[in-house]
């Protein structure tokens, strides 16, 4: 009998840690909100281009934002090498890009970003590939090679962890439902915008498909003028729940 007067207790506790610790979190953050140190700033105003405005008050905010996700979030390396903050930093920006964040709890069920440094295979995809969404268990897992090669050179590589957060917010907010695109005219669509073709494209990320409703978010981050003249319609109806 002595020994339930200390497991009630205890149990107490530990309810009350899983039911206020998002409060707790919340409140903390609201009166010291992380920030990103002067390396880290400078090097989001270098690498990552796809920030909505370049007013200071827009990177300021964006920044803060991230720097609110890399306390967030669980990073898993699948090797023996550390993960540097840079690719880090590389994996989040486009959830703060697409607001799939702290404060959005349909979002908050992404918790964990899993790193191999090459292309893998999974018991989900047994195949070699680049990127992967596993939605049932909220765990985005990233070649950190390939994402690397998308930030440095953003004109020549795709940008894996912005397309796998470009799943995320098509499930989320039902973007097939709302936009339900002609399959061919898209991905005629998309290979311009990204100037390449479905062939190489699906060859790149080593994937026998894609989704094409991500893939026409991709282009509104990445590029918004030439998403706004082929599809203004779709343009604006992002930019809604976007901007």
């Known amino acids: 009998m002595s020994s339930l007067w200390i497991l009630i207790p205890a149990g107490i506790l530990v309810a009350a840690a899983f039911t206020l610790g998002p409060l707790v979190n919340s409140w903390w953050y609201a009166r010291y909100p992380p920030q990103l140190n002067a390396y880290e700033l400078s090097w989001l105003r270098r690498f990552v281009l796809f920030i909505p405005s370049p007013e200071p008050n827009a990177l300021q905010q964006f920044s803060n934002q991230l720097a609110l996700e890399l306390r967030e979030k669980e990073f898993i390396s699948m090797s023996e090498k550390d993960i540097p903050e840079e690719i880090k930093m590389m994996a989040l920006a486009p959830a703060v890009r697409l607001k799939l964040v702290y404060t959005d709890k349909a979002a908050e069920h992404y918790r964990r970003i899993v790193f191999y440094h090459h292309a893998f ?123």
């Open 121 to 243: 295979a999974t018991p989900e995809q047994d195949y070699f590939h680049l990127s992967e969404t596993q939605h049932e268990d909220g765990v985005i897992i990233l070649a950190s090679d390939a994402l690397e090669a998308a930030y440095l050179k953003p004109d020549n590589y795709f940008n894996t962890a912005l397309y796998e957060w470009c799943t995320v917010f098509v499930l989320l907010r039902n973007i097939a439902e709302l936009i339900q695109p002609d399959y061919k005219q898209a991905w005629e669509i998309i290979n311009k915008i990204i100037s390449t073709d479905t062939e190489s494209l699906l060859k790149y990320l080593r994937q026998p498909n894609a989704d094409t409703c991500a893939l026409l978010c991709y282009c509104y981050v990445m590029y918004p003028e030439k998403i706004k003249t082929a599809l203004p319609e779709l343009y604006n109806q992002l930019k809604k729940m976007i901007e």
